[in-house]
Each structure stands twice: as C-alpha cells, then as structure tokens.
RNA sequence: GCCGGGGUGGUGAAAUCGGUAUACACAGCGGACUUAAAAUCCGCCGCCUUCGGGCUUACGGGUUCAAGUCCCGUCCCCGGCACCA
C-alpha cells in the first residue's frame, strides 16, 4: 500500500498478455490474415486438426490439439506454403440428447449455443484458422449431401440392409450404445441387457478391404503403429472353408455347415464344433429340449461389445445334433457356445483343442475329446496334454493324419484343401476380420437416413428434390423409445414410385458418417448445388491431419472407405485423404480424492488442495485448502469431468493469455506423448515470455541505438566470446530446424530458451558487435517463436523494428559462417569408459586423432601400460582404446 | 481376452545412423537485492564413495570396442475392440 516500485520499468516493458494478444488478433482480423483461395503459384498446404464435438467449453484436450495443429499452419505459411486451417463442429450425437433428457432443453438448441461459446473460445487462442469455411454438420446444408451420397451408394449397391445385433434394454425400450451398457445392465434403467436383432443398413466397406489394406505401404506419412492396428483390424487370413455335411438321422435333413479355419492343416484334430446361440442348427434343437432354450435365453443377456465377449466365462451345451467329417467320415457333436457370434463369419467354428487354446478350455470343461495333430519344431506335447502351452498352437509337422502325416503346415492346409475341393465340401478362401459398417442408430439427434419404406414398392430412396430430409428440431427427448418414430408428421409420406402412403425411415446415421467426409466438404463450404467442386481437387488430401491416437482405427478407417467410395462416384480424384498423420497423446492430470458413504469416493479438483514436499521436493501428503484436512493423492488419469481433474483453458487464458498456454502445452511433452499437467509449468512458460519481452525491450532502449550501419555480420570477425555466443545461436537454430522437421516441437522451445539465455549471458563490454549479435539473435528467436506465441512474437517484432507483418517473414536457417569451428573436442574413452576429453583440428585425420589418444595423460593412466589392442576412432565423436 | 503403444533424476522430459546418459525446464536448497514480501538476478542440484573412483535409463538375460537405443523373456501403465466422440 505504502510502497512504491523504484525500479518498476516503463509500461511498455511490462508484458501484458491481454493486452498484446487482442491487439494482434484484431490485426489478423482485420487484414484477413486467414482466409485463403486456390492459388497456382504456391505449394498448397491444408493443415487439418480432428473437429471438436461441441459438448459445451473447450477442454485441454482440444486446446493442445488445435495448437499443434496452428502450429504447423503458421510454420508452414513462413515457409512459403498456401496454408488452409479450417474448423468446423462433429454437431450430431448422444450428448446433445443426453443433455435434453437431463436440462430439458432441445439438442438443436443446446448444441447451438455450445457452438457459439467454444467459437469465441477459439478466436481468444489466436489460432490462424480460415472461418469463412466453417461448417456443423446438423445444419442441413451439410447433411443434405450426406443423404444425397447415401441415396447413390444404395442404388449402387454398396449401402444394403440386413440383420445386426443391437443392446435392448427391456425397461427403456431403447438401443444402447456399447458405453451404455454397464455389466451387462442399462446405465439408466439397470435391466440386463438383451442382445435384439433388428434390420440395418450397411456400407460395404468390405468392398474396399483388399485396397484399404495394400494402400497402406503407400502412407509413409502415417505412423507405423496405426498402419500395423488399421492392418490387423482388417485382419485378411488365407484360410479354407470346410463343409461338415450334415448327420442326417439327428439332424433331420441333409445340408452342410461351414466353418472358416486359417489352421486346416489341424482338421484332422478337430472333435467337435461350435455354433453360435442364433444359428439355425441351435435354434432347431432347442425347438423340443427346454433346457437348450433356456441355455439360448441365456446368451442372449448381456451385451454385444467384444472386450466383454471375449473376457467373459466360456460356456456351452451339446445339441444331440451331429456332423460329418468331411475326410474321415466321423461324426463329429454340435454345441452351442456363446464365445460363437452369428454375426462373424458363418456363426460356425471348427473346435480343434489340442491346438487352440479357447477350443482347449472348452474341451478340459466339458470332457471332450483331445487329439493331437501336430509335433511342433520344440516337440512340446508329452503323452499328457494339460496344463495348455503356447507351444501347442504352434505350426509344425502332421501326426495322427493318416495320409498328411509328416506334411509341415502350408503343405499339409494345401494338400487337405485339394481333397476337400475333390470332394465338394470346402475350398481355400480369404477372408477379412473387417465386417461391414452397420450406419443405422435408433436415435433422434443424427443424419435422417433418407428412405420410405412402401408397402408394395419396398424400400425406396428419397429423390434428390425431396432431400434434404430435415430432422425436425423443436423436438421432447426423454430417452424412452425413438422421438421420430413417434411423430407422424416425420414418417408420414407418399412413395416417391407409386404415389401411395409409405412410412419414411425413422433412423438416423452413425455420427461417424458426418466425420468420413467434413474435411472434402471444406474445400467447397459455401457451394449449395454440390457436395463438392472443383476447388476439393486443389485442396484434397490434408497434407496433415492431427488428432487423438483413440481415432486411429475406426474414424480414420472410415474416412479412407469414404474418400475411395467419392472417388468412384467421380467427386474427388485421390484415394487417401490424409497424407501424413500426427496422433497426439492425452492431457493428464493428478486426483484427489476423499473417500465418501457407500464405498464411493469424492473427487476434488487439484486446484483446491494444497500439496506438501519433503526435502527432495517429493509430493508427500496433500489436504483442501478450504478445511486443511488431508485428502488422498489419486495418481495420475486423463483429464475428465468423472475424475475432476480437469483444467479450464478459459482460467488460464484469462490468467496468463493464450501465449503461456500454447507454449506450456507445446513445451511439456511431444505432441504424440501424453502430456502431464503442472500449474508451475505454466508459470515456467509465462516467466520465459516474460524474459523474452524485456529483452526484446533492453535491446530496442540500449543496443539498437549502437547498431552500426553496415550489418553483414557474417563479414564480421567477431571477439571469440561474442563468436561463441553466436554460434550458440546457430547450433540452436539448426538443432531446431531439425526437431521441427521431426514434429518434435518441445525441444523447438528449448533451442529458443537456449537462444534466450546466451543473449543474456553475451558480453556487454563490445558495443557495436553485440548489437548486431543480438540483433540477430533476437530476429531468430521471434521467427521461431511465431508459430508457437504468435501474439507476443507479433508485438515485438513490430517494436524492435524488424520489416514487415511477422506473419509473411522468412523462416530463418542457420548460417555456415556462424557455425564454423576451428577446433573440437572429442571424447576420450578406454575400453569403452569415458576417461576425458581430447582437443583436435576440425579436420585432424583419424590416424592423428589416434596417435594424440594414445599419447594423451588420461590415456596412459588408464592403460595402466598394456599395449592398445584396438583403437575405433568415430569421426567428430569420440575415439575408443581397447587395451 | 485380442490388437497397438509406453516405462530415463524429486517432476515434465532430452540424447538425430549403436558413440559423453540426464540438454531445456519445473520443484527444492543456498546466496544477492528489499524494512519485509513478491518479482528479479547468481550458484548448487541422479545415487554411492575410503574422493582414486564405482554405479545408474522398469526387471532378468544376450549381441557389440561401445546399448536408453538392437535381440529374447518378465512385470507394470495407457489407447482401441465396431452404438462415446
């Protein structure tokens, strides 16, 4: 109160965030700094981060996804590209009708104003997007193309309907998606779960799996580990089909099931097989045993996602139906497992347990039989076959085949499919773990799929006048049954061939339909008359693309079906539509938590407890700051609402500008690492930009006014230690060029906090030389620090009075003269343990490097006098003495 | 369960083609400035040590003159598994 601040500096030496980054966004604002056209004389660049959903505010998973995506715009833009940025909103899904059944509020209404918020959210983090494009994908203008393409592709072939299994919860009378489904029950209504099997349409993506697959090798911008997951999600197995012809006297009548099997060369091992609950064999034996039905029933509890399928107890009962082998003529008994789904593949499998270990399971609980088949290279089975080991699934020589005996595997799976082919009861096939995409959702908030279902026509597309087929928006959600199923004045309509009343299809789209094709849509936003134009084949493909790893498989899968199934309509000319991928890591967070009545606990936000160290600065114990009582440390977990250990972006632009934030969050991590929040990273950053700001100001009051006029500096001999600090600066320079290079943009920030630190540490006394030396220096360090904190980059550019708009300046490259060096040290190890260090001329040959090694003191000392008996020098590295 | 990824100081991380492990920060400790505090600046900072040095990149082996990096095995953590987006 009383105090004054002697040495407080001038105002414009204070940094003041708000300040700095209003001016600079109104400036880019007002040139249009953003907004981009075709244009033939640059190399294009269209810089694309995964849209958000708009689920209310901007979380710190967007904000770190949108600033490596700006950060790469803005880079490139310095390098001479045509960079487009846009940004649009994944506007349909289940939040929105979550959110109307819970706040009673429409999902249109909710997601408007949700839109609106995270918008201006964006522009306050000054990222250099072209909004004219922007687009959401529940405005009709947007989905009406999605329903005009899917009205082409259904006449085409490739979208049909068919059975697919959904959760039924009996109480809401409602789908549920898979996240809904909590041990087996509805999240809301706590029922157990049926599996229900309703008609779906489907897209063909199976169609595509062949090319989907082979494209991959040409993606080099993608990275290895989402190729090999895309890779084995298609999951392509050359394997052969065998039919089990069926036994007639149990089963009734004659006929065949197929099983796919990759190991038919184990056929021969085969004691059983294994249908699914739905199959028509199951079904047909528990037509007269009540136990079977009861069994059937059983299965069909429970959810239909895979992690619980496949995590849950392997159970089965014998039918008293038979098949025939199809090479040995033994009659083989049929069981039903609920492992078994109707869904893959033929709802069949072969059961071969001395070499499967699920089939191995399921036969030691039921007592079936177990042969042996195989003798791999380890010769793993003894006479007795329990306990199950790896080595039992191994490929190996035949036994216990008869004719196939001694054959190793392809042999033995060519030669058993050449006389299942004889024979007319099977034949090699391919086969892919890719099912089709089933698109249909019992929901209201999505894409209305665009048929009408005519009782004497069938199911007929909507015509292009009739589209788009608007979902209706003033709209009571209460998460009971479908709302369009229910409302008349949707469904009622007239066949579109024969004039007469039909019902319009009341499902909507999968939301994962919207976002297989927004980023063609970008590059024609504004064209009403087309799905896309001309303008999508100078723009496609995103040459980046960067979002959550979590999207690896489905969403970016979808998208590559999408852009081939546009191709082969004729609306874009490539294939691929994202030419290099980056998958950034999550933001994470500590929890704390107490624990509360019934066994639950309550979480509590970081940024209301306290924390204690002991000497060393470990955390040790934490408590509330509002009651001091302690709290218990939770670990480390994904920011999220549930754990609430979220940080809000807002607090922390408001507190420290949108600068701090972009470069905490670029500094903290790789962008493909998971990134650990920390309040006192952030005053880290903001300390930097402090730094960076008055040194930006001592140089424009104190050593502009000593600059000489002549500049060249590289024709400049330079005092060494002025020389050295220069240098510094080149090896930073080029040290981040390359880490630029790499999308390592962490170390990009420390090249520049190094660069800051040895201008500060540069010597004074020099006058005039170190003006320039700083002058450079400060030159490159702004140019490296543009794309990362534009608006502080902006300012001081326009106050240290470099030329022209920072946006539109050079990338700068380190200069050869900067970095020449006359002499280098090289480090001086015996056998192989470092035991100093040896100053050589920069171009001293190896035999001389080795002969001042060998003569060196440290050298002698440790050779303890034996004769060297191998000496590997590595060029500008080290040399290495084997005594 | 299946597929993919990760594990380096007290903490986030760095180490480019197998060549000085711990750059750059954060936290902590000590000092300067201040009536005091904040801010700022300077210094120290992997572990052990008989002060010669020895040890150290989740754990156990292997290849090599040399391994955080390559190979084999184990443990733990994370992402995805087709209706969350």
């Known amino acids: 109160m009383f105090s004054t601040h002697p040495r407080q500096p001038p105002m414009q030496d204070k940094y003041t965030p708000a300040a700095v980054e209003v001016a ?12 981009v056209a075709e244009d033939a004389g640059k190399p294009k660049y269209y810089c694309l981060s995964m849209f958000p959903y708009p689920s209310g505010k901007l979380h710190m998973g967007h904000v770190r996804n949108y600033t490596i995506g700006d950060v790469l715009a803005r880079y490139h833009r310095m390098r001479g590209f045509n960079v487009l940025q846009p940004m649009g909103w994944d506007a349909f899904g289940m939040p929105a009708e979550n959110a ?73 009378e409602t789908v549920l998606a898979n996240e809904q489904v909590i041990d087996g029950r509805g999240w809301r209504s706590g029922a157990v779960i049926e599996k229900r099997e309703i008609p779906m349409y489907y897209m063909k993506i199976t169609a595509y799996a062949d090319e989907l697959l082979e494209a991959l090798d040409a993606l080099p ?76 029933d059983e299965c069909r509890h429970g959810g239909v996602a895979e992690a619980d ?59 079936l039989p177990i042969r042996m088949v195989v003798r791999s290279t380890r010769d793993a089975y003894t006479d007795t076959v329990a306990p199950w080991q790896d080595a039992y699934a191994e490929q190996g020589r035949l036994v216990n085949s008869g004719k196939y005996d001694s054959l190793h595997f392809q042999d033995a799976v060519d030669a058993i499919a050449t006389d299942l082919a004889a024979k007319g009861l099977g034949a090699k096939r391919t086969q892919y773990r890719l099912r089709d995409w089933g698109i249909s959702r019992q929901r209201y ?61 009341t499902d909507t789209m999968d939301t994962f339909v919207e976002s297989s094709w927004y980023f063609l849509r970008y590059a024609s936003a504004d064209n009403g008359q087309a799905m896309v ?18 999207h690896a498989i489905l969403h970016l899968l979808y998208s590559r079906f999408f852009t081939r199934a546009m191709r082969d309509e004729g609306l874009v000319d490539v294939s691929e539509p994202f030419t290099n991928l980056l998958t950034q890591g999550m933001v994470v967070a500590e929890t704390y938590y107490r624990d509360a009545d019934g066994g639950k606990k309550q979480w509590i936000n970081p940024a209301d407890v306290e924390v204690e160290r002991d000497e060393k600065g470990r955390i040790v114990a934490a408590k509330l700051t509002a009651d001091g009582a302690p709290v218990v440390i939770g670990g480390i977990e994904k920011m999220a609402k549930s754990k609430n250990n979220g940080v809000d972006p807002q607090a922390l632009v408001d507190q420290y500008g949108a600068d701090t934030a972009r470069l905490f969050i670029i500094f903290a991590a790789p962008p493909d690492q998971q990134l650990e929040w920390s309040d006192s990273g952030v005053e880290g950053a903001y300390r930097f930009l402090r730094r960076v700001w008055s040194f930006g100001h001592v140089f424009v009051s104190e050593l502009r006014p000593q600059l000489p006029a002549d500049r060249q500096l590289d024709a400049v001999r330079l005092p060494e230690a002025l020389a050295a600090v220069r240098r510094e600066i080149h090896v930073c320079l080029r040290q981040a060029n390359y880490d630029f290079g790499k999308h390592q943009f962490n170390t990009v920030v420390s090249a520049a906090m190094k660069i800051l630190n040895a ?19 400060l030159d490159i360090l702004l140019r490296l620090l543009a794309p990362i904190t534009p ?84 060029p500008g590295r080290l040399v290495n003495i084997v005594v």
Not at 759 to 777: I, T
Request: proline share 6%; with cysteine; net charge negative.
């Open 445 to 505: 908030w999505g894409c209305p799929i665009p048929m009408i279902h005519c009782a004497d026509c069938g199911d007929v597309p909507v015509p292009d006048e009739q589209l788009p087929v608007v979902l209706p928006e003033d709209v009571a959600v209460t998460g009971r049954g479908s709302p369009l199923a229910k409302m008349p004045r949707f469904y009622e309509c007239d066949c579109p061939k024969c004039g007469k009343q039909a019902k319009r299809e």
């Open 221 to 296: 911008g993608w990275p290895e580990q989402v190729k090999l997951m895309q890779k084995n999600w298609i999951g392509r197995s050359e394997g052969v089909e065998v039919h089990f012809p069926y036994e007639v006297s149990t089963i009734g009548s004659s006929g065949v099931l197929k099983v796919f099997t990759t190991r038919a060369d184990t056929l021969l091992g085969a004691t059983y097989v294994a249908v699914a609950a739905e199959h028509p064999l199951a079904l047909q034996a528990a037509a007269n045993d009540p136990e079977l039905a009861a069994f059937i």
């Open 759 to 777: 201008l500060e540490k540069a010597p004074r006394e020099v006058g005039a030389a170190h003006a320039q030396v700083a002058e450079e220096g």
């Open 24 to 35: 600079a966004q109104q400036h880019w604002e007002s040139t249009q700094a953003f907004k």
């Open 533 to 550: 134009d001309e303008r999508v084949n100078y723009w496609a493909p995103v040459d980046q693309y960067i979002g959550g790893i979590e």
């Open 791 to 874: 608006h502080v980059a902006h300012a001081l550019w326009q106050d240290c009075g470099f030329a022209g708009d920072l946006l539109h300046a050079s990338w700068p490259e380190p200069s050869e003269t900067a970095l020449r060096q006359d002499e280098i040290d090289l480090v001086l190890q015996v056998n192989g343990k470092l035991r100093g260090t040896l100053r050589v001329a920069a171009g001293a040959s190896n035999s001389a490097i080795e002969a001042l090694a060998l003569g060196s003191e440290a050298a002698q000392k440790f050779m303890e006098g034996k004769p060297p008996r191998k000496v590997v020098v590595v």
């Open 309 to 367: 399928l496949a995590t849950m107890e392997k159970k089965g009962m014998a039918t008293g139906l038979r098949v025939v082998h199809p090479l040995t003529g033994e009659h083989l008994p049929v069981w039903i497992a609920n492992y078994v789904l109707m869904g893959y593949g033929e709802g069949a499998v072969m059961a071969v347990p001395a070499h499967d270990e699920r089939d191995f399971a399921f036969a030691t609980k039921y007592r």
């Open 100 to 172: 109307a059944i819970q706040n009673n509020v429409p999902p249109a209404k909710w997601t408007c104003a949700n839109i609106d918020y995270m918008k201006t959210q964006l522009k306050r983090l000054g990222f250099a997007i072209d909004w004219s494009r922007e687009l959401a994908t529940c405005k009709p203008d947007y989905y009406r193309w999605e329903q005009w393409l899917f009205t082409r592709l259904y006449q085409k072939g490739l979208i049909y309907k068919k059975l697919g299994t959904v959760n039924w919860d009996p109480v809401d």
